[in-house]
């Protein structure tokens, strides 16, 4: 069974700041990767995912993840913060075949300081 | 928004009682997954219908079942509520039952079991 761990709980940073999140999972086949966010009071919403093809994606708003094969890796980055990326983010990994069962991890909680 | 929609948004019941809750998936979708999200987790598969067949299952115990109808709307029921059901309750829905495909999430239904 795959897993995904976040290890950073709760990320405070400042406007402008670069931001990386870590995410990593666990499972021996190949996998499709995903960023989901949950804005205060709102719903999931997807960020990006990863398929196949160029290890490096773009998302909405401004934000990017590396797939790391050799390191079961799919961090996110954004260069510069805003206030309203303040959220909750999620990392999620479904096996490349069979149902489509979203694997999650804990979460990162990251609150922006205007 | 992504079309999704879950109801009631909040409602209480006593241990030992039963719910029902109810998503409507995004048109033209005929997939809908639930996930529960216990208070500061990531959200866990429950189960996922696919053409109003169950397309897989998580570990959790059969007093949580589903339904899926011909128009691809969804319920989840659970019996004998226990309090660690206090959660709130994810439904997602996407075209097609397979790992690359996007799951859209709607608002939730957030249970409070006393």
């Known amino acids: 069974a795959q897993s995904v761990s976040q290890h950073n709980h709760h990320v405070i940073l400042s406007e402008a700041a670069s931001l990386e999140l870590g995410c990593n999972y666990s499972y021996g086949g190949t996998v499709n990767l995903f960023w989901y966010v949950q804005y205060p009071g709102q719903h999931l919403q997807l960020l990006l995912k990863?398929?196949?093809?160029?290890?490096l994606v773009k998302g909405i708003k401004g934000f990017e993840a590396e797939f790391i094969k050799s390191k079961f890796s799919f961090n996110l980055r954004k260069p510069s913060v805003q206030w309203s990326d303040t959220a909750e983010y999620f990392c999620a990994v479904t096996p490349n075949f069979g149902n489509e069962k979203l694997t999650f991890g804990t979460g990162t909680r990251l609150t922006i300081i205007p | 928004e992504t079309g999704v929609t879950q109801s009631p948004t909040h409602l209480i019941k006593t241990r030992g009682q039963q719910v029902t809750l109810r998503c409507s998936s995004q048109s033209g979708h005929n997939t809908v997954s639930w996930y529960q999200q216990a208070l500061g987790q990531g959200p866990q598969f429950i189960f996922q219908y696919y053409r109003e067949e169950e397309n897989g299952r998580g570990n959790f115990p059969p007093r949580f079942s589903g339904l899926q109808f011909p128009n691809y709307s969804s319920e989840l029921n659970v019996n004998a509520l226990e309090l660690d059901d206090s959660a709130l309750y994810l439904c997602?829905?996407?075209f097609g039952g397979g790992g690359t495909d996007t799951q859209f999430f709607g608002p939730g239904n957030r249970l409070t079991v006393i």
């Open positions: 990863y398929f196949s093809g160029d290890p």
């Open positions: 997602a829905s996407s």
